[in-house]
């Protein structure tokens, strides 16, 4: 059948709108280098550099592979639980996906496990990251992206099969964040933490990041990249909703840019003075956190909210994101980046949030595309009933569960074939020198340690012997 050329060009359109969001969730990437490399110890900074780089080529492999098929993978044998065809993209294009497609959620597929990464950085051999980010992009993500981004998944909102609604995760607080953060948590509980991150009393000593410039700027690299990744998930922009003679999916893009700014920047704003209250002085490095904090809870529900609700939204983040980082002191749990505090927590909270605060107008636009007559459950809080809040509790609890027990025990047994944590010595003397041949910079602060990887191997045989 010919395709009109009205057709052809919305459909080019909208492809050039997914791709232009693919660049920039991509361009996250180098967020996440900047971010993690200023929040690490110079000494470990070629390190965290190098995982980022795995995290990308590791996980296009591994999602291109089979990926994206157990993420989206339909046809004949389709079922809610995991995809079962396009291995390897084959018979991609197809009715329902295309390469840009692919590309979209490739850049989505990168960034959980860069957020593991995080978690357990300065102190994990460099094999281990091979083998997590590989199964992790692989295999664990994908399985929870078909269970709500899939049409056919069981807790997806296109299918309705939970509670006549099934959950609302529209860019991923709970598909993306959550799961690396779940991740990271137990990477991290089994490591446990740095050499010297808490005094023999169990108090912490506290181990900044060498270069705040960094940190800053991969925040606001970030925040850039936040604009393909919530208002992207649209995929289409050219999509007129019925009954209104100027609104379609171009008008959920602007107001779910609007939300994810506000939700950013209110929780920048209340860590900010919040930690001001805490320790006595203004930190940019928690105000940065603060500002990711309120990204990752909006992600849920970026297009379903009021602007109102987005600032309620990051206002709560901040201050679960204070809270967790206390909690996570006094029980002597290491995050070098926050990365469980900030994407678990803030996370969790965003899937809660969008049980609370969904509108229904919205929900109906950006799930059904304004159709009339349409009735779904939305936020409890406007009156919407239970539905979508249990749909909520539901993903937030089966992926805390699913990627508990999976890598769970694969970082456990990475622990029990020595394969996983470096030793003393080598963490004591930094990954770069010990691991990767030299400091990421000409210039080392720490003097007194050795400068190339030939001194830092004679000193090992003087200690030998």
Known sequence: MEVSWEQSVTDSINTIYLLFSAYLVFVMQLGFAMLCAGSVRAKNAMNIMLTNVVDAVVGSISYYL?????????????????????????????????????????????????????????????????????????????????WVWSSNGWLSPSSDTLFGSGAIDFAGSGVVHLVGGIAGLWGSFIQGPRVGRFDAFGKPVPMRGHNATLVVLGTFLLWFGWFGFNPGSFGKILVAYPNTTDQGNWTGIGRTAVTTTLAGSTAGLTTLFG?????????????????????????????????????????????????????????????????????????????????????????????????????????????????????QVVELLVIVAWVSITMGPVFLALDKLKMFRISIDDEVAGLDISSHGGYAYATHPQENHPLFYSDYMGIQGLNDS
């Open 66 to 146: 089979f990926g994206f098929a157990f993420a989206f993978g339909d046809g004949a044998n389709s079922n809610p639980f995991i995809g079962t065809t396009f291995f390897a993209l084959k018979d991609i294009p197809s009715t329902s996906y295309d390469y840009s497609y692919f590309l979209y959620q490739w850049a989505f597929a990168i960034a959980v496990a860069g957020i593991t990464s995080g978690s357990i950085a300065e102190r994990t051999q460099f094999s281990a990251y091979l083998v997590f980010s590989f199964f992790l992009s692989g295999f664990v993500y994908p399985i929870v992206v078909h």
């Open 275 to 391: 930690r001001r209250l805490l320790v006595g002085h203004w930190d940019a490095l928690d105000a940065c956190n603060g500002l990711l904090g309120g990204f990752v809870a909006i992600t849920s529900g970026c297009s379903v909210v009021e602007p109102w609700a987005a600032i309620v939204c990051g206002f709560c983040a901040a201050w679960v994101l204070i809270g967790l980082n206390i909690l996570a002191l006094k029980l002597q749990f290491d995050d070098p980046l926050e990365a469980t505090q900030l994407h678990g927590g803030c996370g969790a909270w965003g899937l809660v949030f969008t049980g609370l605060f969904a509108k229904k107008e919205f929900v109906i636009q950006v799930y059904n595309s304004g159709e009339a007559g349409v009735v779904r459950p939305y936020g409890l809080l406007l009156g919407g009933g239970w539905g979508l809040i249990g749909c």
